[in-house]
């Protein structure tokens, strides 16, 4: 048997209910448990993400000599941008993302 917890007001669209029965079926809930459980999904690629060689992988450097009002201004200009002054550089020169 379910009671009211707040009887005072009859006129409440809710109230909280204590339940008076303590004992759990342990069959709806090993059911509830198993119902919830999902299906395991295909995997389409089981590689995952193919690996770069060795080559791909090394950077090479470009030197630059700049003064250091250009390099102020690049840096600056790389900030507007919320970019890297390398990727600022890369983006003019090259258009490379």
């Known amino acids: 048997m379910k009671e009211s917890i707040f009887n005072k ?5 809710f109230a909280f209910v204590e339940d008076q029965n303590t004992q ?3 069959n709806e ?3 509830f448990v ?3 459980r999902g299906q395991t999904k295909k995997v389409l690629n089981p590689k995952g993400r193919p690996k770069l060689n060795d ?4 950077h090479e450097q470009i030197i630059v ?3 250091k009002e250009q390099k ?3 840096t600056k200009r790389a900030k507007q941008s919320s970019l890297s002054v390398s990727k600022y ?3 003019k020169v090259f258009g490379i993302n």
């Open 34 to 36: 198993n119902s919830g």
């Open 65 to 67: 000599y700049l003064t």
């Open 55 to 58: 080559d791909e992988l090394k």
């Open 29 to 31: 809930l090993d059911e």
């Open 9 to 13: 007001n009859k006129q409440k669209s």
């Open 72 to 74: 102020d201004e690049i």
């Open 89 to 91: 550089v890369m983006l």
């Open 24 to 26: 759990n079926n342990v």
